[in-house]
Every structure is written in structure tokens, then in C-alpha cells.
């Protein structure tokens, strides 16, 4: 009976050791798994966020390289109104046509259709702008190019509302707001 007994309590105590080394084993194994889902979970946190901030810089750079543009533009066509159009607006325009160029071709990899589309229509006045300044610059007809000259700053003016309507959408594709203003 005491072998027995001895045997029970051997049997217990090394199946004790071996079921112990099981549970300390799915511990660590629940553990790694733990561990490996947070380090995806923060692998996926980060490349979204990374995402937005490139998505950020994108429209920062669209914005801006439209209004430069736009300014330049309308720059120019005050000084070509004045009858002095300078050789620094002409690089300004020049300049800033290629910055919108290079931005607008960047922002065609990432962007929005939607956001695309709104500051497609910016870029189309903007690009309309510049042909017809650039026909103008030939005319010798004083009045006809005063004429048109207004046409082209009064073209340029509506490019303000439109870049604040891209913006809006901007806005919202990176959760900077949730609903467009009331004037949208």
C-alpha cells in the first residue's frame, strides 16, 4: 500500500511539473500573440498616419501652389494693364505655372476623385488664364487689351471661391471636419 502511495505521489508531483510547464507555455504563447497583434495594430496606426500626413503635405503644397499661381497670374495681368510688364512677373508666372504643375501631378497619385475634380476646375481657370495672357501680351490694340485684360482679373477673382470650395473638400478627406461650412 505504501508503494502505492509512493507511486501516487511520484506521479503527481512529476505530472504536476509536466502540466505546469504546459500552462507556463500557453502563457507565454497567449502573451507573444498579445504582443504581435499590438505591434500590428501599431504598424497599422502608423502607416495610416503616415498616409495623412503625406495626404497633408499634398494638399498643403496643391493650395498653395494654386494661389501662388493664381497670384502671379494676376500680378501679371496688372502689370501688363500698367503697360510695364517686367521680366520678374514673367519668371513669377513662369515659376509658379511649374510649382502647380509639378503639385497638381502629385496630388493625381493620392488624392480624392472628388477633391481632384474641385481643383481640376481651379487648374482649368488658372491654365485659361495664362493662354489668354499670353495672347495678349501681342496685342497693339490698346483698348481691346484693356478689355480683355479685365476679363482675365475678373476670371482670376473667381478662382478664390473655388480654391476655398477644394479646400473644404481637402478638409474633409482628412477628417479636419466632418460637414462642409453652410456657404459650401
Known sequence: MSLVVAVVGVIGTLTSAIFTQLLSQRA????????????RA?????????????LRRCYVQLNANDRNYRDALL??????????PGEAEAVDVATARRAQRDARAEAQMMVSEEVLEAEGRVASDLTRAYRRLKQIESESDRGLREAQLEEIINLLDHVIPMLSRARVLMRMDLGVIDTPPAWY
Open 42 to 54: 501599431e504598424r497599422a496606426a502608423a502607416e495610416a498616419q503616415s498616409k495623412t500626413d503625406q
Open 75 to 84: 500680378a501679371y495681368a496688372y502689370a501688363l494693364k500698367a503697360g510695364s
Open 28 to 39: 507565454k504563447v497567449r502573451e507573444l500573440e498579445h504582443t504581435e497583434r499590438q505591434q
